[in-house]
């Protein structure tokens, strides 16, 4: 799978679609969470996806939070367990960084999933709270 990186107004018809139906596969469907998804954020968002067989299979976003601070977020992937999602995080770093330029990344992380992202650098930097009922806290990255 090779690694797309495109930010909003260059995405095809078809990449947003995949993307979405992605993001509501896991996170509405699997994870049994009703909320917004769609909140507006995607316009000024970076995605970064893998597609096979015309399907995203791995994506996430990141947009600009305050001068210096970008934040990731709707981080996922459709097959568990084969290391997709630490190569979505390390080459989406990669490229937030190159396309992006921040001192830090922020990232609103599901409690579960704290081991993840300190493999790659985040640490805690908040305490717990919920979100849409499912318990996260605040991670960050610094440069």
Not at 32 to 52: K, W
Not at 116 to 140: N, R, T
């Amino acid at each position: 799978m090779e690694m797309k990186s495109k930010f909003f107004d260059e995405l095809t018809i078809t990449e947003l679609y995949e993307i979405l139906r992605s993001r509501s596969e896991i996170f509405v469907v699997e994870q049994n969470c009703i909320y917004q998804d769609i909140d507006g954020l995607d316009y000024r968002s970076l995605h970064v996806f893998y597609e096979e067989d015309g399907r995203v299979m791995a994506c996430l976003r990141a947009f600009t939070r305050e001068e210096g601070t970008v934040q990731i977020g709707r981080v996922l992937t459709l097959k568990h367990g084969k290391g997709y999602g630490e190569r979505l995080l390390r080459e989406g770093i990669q490229e937030v960084r190159k396309k992006l330029g921040p001192q830090r990344i922020v990232i609103e992380a599901q409690c579960y999933a704290i081991g993840f992202y300190e493999k790659a650098g985040f640490h805690v930097c908040s305490g717990e709270y919920l979100e849409d009922g499912i318990p996260h806290v605040g991670m960050q990255l610094d440069f």
